[in-house]
């Protein structure tokens, strides 16, 4: 049997799972409506304004370094799986890389984005 | 060692007998769907007693004793419970996102749940880029987090869920760099094979040094990852209310609740499968017969026990430890975990490429 359709079993059994488990939570649950339900939780008092507003910018900082880094980890798998054939050579290639990546970071870090505001 | 690959075999022989090779496979197909739907539930009864049993143990309680012998069905009862209160849906949601976010976090916990190794022949997805899978299929719950934040129209939900999302990609490297800094050790991804390269000596004792900071890395990034222990700032009660799954009732804060404790139990088990020697009995060079009495031992009680310490570990730290501020948590990953495990993946490698590992 292949992966590809082992993966594909593994999904099917996943979507099953959450289908059933929430039908059968719809179908036993009791239903009723009241319009006091429908407000957004707020301890007790009526929301003010939108919650769909603009964010601490903060968090974006971190979703970019974290892209930069995330790519890196993705390039550098392929190479961790063969580098015990390459030997010094595969070493001293990757250094270079490595040597950039971590500019980046020290850049990133001197220019205070690590540091939470 | 007994080899679960003989059962396997024995039962796909057994079908092929008496129905034709389609049926036989479609068959097959149903039955690991079954088991995986089974291991699935089960494992998260048990580790949801578990976490309430040692949480008591911890607070001098004696925790759920009531429902069955020693509570042990008080997490079925809690289910039913979950399963007959009413889902609600706020106004003004993105009704569909809603509805699809916690299905997302179920789907990816049981994607990675499907790559464990549970025992000698006993996997059910073993892809030959295994680890990378499992880091891939685990790190997708993160969208339904940050899904179920901003669909919720509640403004703790969104806090929550950036938090959350911040909090998961940054350790998301950690896990990342320090799986990958086993992968040079190992020189494969696929998990089978990382198992049985396991055979003479458990990586964390292979590696000396690089493979024991991997390992704290790991542990303290997979913590983190799970939003447990003292990184749980994303549903931190005492701020937030429940963070990103305020909104959300019934069966669908069941589904958080559920996908939360299985993703510990797979934070574990990747760390017994690539650290502790996943199923591999512990075997010591030059002590043939120590080496033949550990054999005796199934493979599937070694899994389980070293997942079950992992596992335990985890709630220990969730116990002892002081809940963490944001910026210290971002500090402790960018300022700390990342350029050591930069410079670990390098001293490993160098380690590797010259030979000086055991």
């Given at each position: 049997m292949t992966n590809l359709l082992l993966l594909?079993?593994?999904?099917?059994?996943?979507?099953?799972?959450?289908?059933?488990?929430?039908?059968?939570?719809?179908w036993l649950a009791p239903r009723s409506y009241n319009p006091l339900k429908e407000e957004a939780y707020e301890c007790g008092v009526p929301t003010r304004g939108k919650s769909w507003m603009q964010f601490k910018v903060g968090y974006y900082l971190f979703a970019i370094l974290f892209l930069m880094f995330d790519v890196e980890a993705v390039f550098l798998f392929p190479w961790a799986v063969v580098v015990q054939d390459l030997g010094v050579y595969g070493l001293t290639s990757v250094l270079f890389f490595l040597i950039v990546l971590i500019l980046g970071l020290a850049y990133a870090w001197k220019k205070g984005a690590l540091t939470w505001k | 060692m007994f080899d679960f690959s003989v059962v396997t075999s024995w039962i796909d022989q057994g079908l092929r007998s008496v129905m034709s090779p389609a049926a036989a496979i479609t068959v097959e197909?149903?039955?690991?769907?079954?088991?995986?739907?089974?291991?699935?539930?089960?494992?998260?009864?048990?580790?949801?007693?578990?976490?309430?049993?040692?949480?008591?143990a911890f607070q001098c309680r004696l925790g759920p004793n009531r429902v069955g012998p020693w509570g042990c069905i008080q997490v079925v009862a809690d289910m039913i419970k979950?399963?007959?209160?009413?889902?609600?849906?706020?106004?003004?949601?993105?009704?569909?996102?809603?509805?699809?976010?916690?299905?997302?976090?179920?789907?990816?916990?049981?994607?990675?749940?499907?790559?464990?190794?549970?025992?000698?022949?006993?996997?059910?997805?073993?892809?030959?880029?295994?680890?990378?899978?499992?880091?891939?299929?685990?790190?997708?719950?993160?969208?339904?987090?940050?899904?179920?934040?901003?669909?919720?129209?509640?403004?703790?939900?969104?806090i929550g869920a950036m938090r959350s999302g911040a909090q998961m990609i940054s350790y998301e490297l950690s896990i990342g760099l320090s799986l990958l800094t086993m992968v040079v050790l190992s020189g494969t991804m696929q998990i089978s094979e990382i198992v049985e390269g396991q055979n003479e000596l458990w990586f964390i004792f292979k590696g000396h040094i690089p493979a024991l900071i991997a390992f704290v890395i790991y542990l303290i990034a997979g913590t983190a990852e799970t939003n447990r222990g003292p990184f749980d700032l994303p549903e931190a009660e005492s701020e937030l209310t429940a963070g990103y799954h305020t909104e959300y009732s019934g069966m669908h804060f069941g589904f958080y609740y559920v996908a939360e404790f299985v993703n510990m139990f797979i934070v574990a088990s990747i760390a017994t499968t690539v650290f502790l020697g996943g199923w591999m009995p512990l075997h010591i060079p030059g002590l043939d017969g120590f080496n033949r009495i550990m054999d005796y031992i199934p493979?599937?009680?070694?899994?389980?026990?070293?997942?079950?310490?992992?596992?335990?570990?985890?709630m220990w730290f969730k116990w002892?430890?002081?809940?963490?501020?944001?910026?210290?948590?971002l500090n402790l990953e960018w300022k700390y975990l990342l350029p050591l495990n930069l410079l670990n993946l390098l001293v490993m490698v160098a380690i590797v490429v010259?030979?000086?590992?055991?």
């Open positions: 594909l079993v593994v999904l099917l059994t996943a979507l099953a799972l959450v289908l059933v488990a929430w039908g059968l939570g719809v | 197909c149903v039955l690991i769907g079954i088991v995986l739907l089974a291991l699935y539930a089960i494992m998260a009864l048990i580790l949801i007693l578990a976490e309430r049993k040692v949480c008591a979950m399963l007959t209160k009413e889902i609600i849906t706020i106004k003004h949601t993105d009704k569909f996102l809603y509805n699809l976010a916690p299905f997302i976090v179920i789907i990816a916990s049981l994607l990675a749940f499907a790559c464990i190794p549970w025992g000698n022949g006993l996997q059910a997805l073993d892809f030959n880029v295994g680890i990378f899978f499992m880091i891939a299929a685990s790190s997708m719950g993160i969208v339904g987090i940050l899904l179920a934040g901003w669909s919720s129209n509640n403004k703790f939900s969104l493979s599937v009680i070694w899994f389980f026990g070293k997942s079950a310490l992992m596992v335990f570990v985890i002892t430890f002081p809940r963490l501020r944001i910026d210290q948590l010259l030979g000086w590992h055991f």
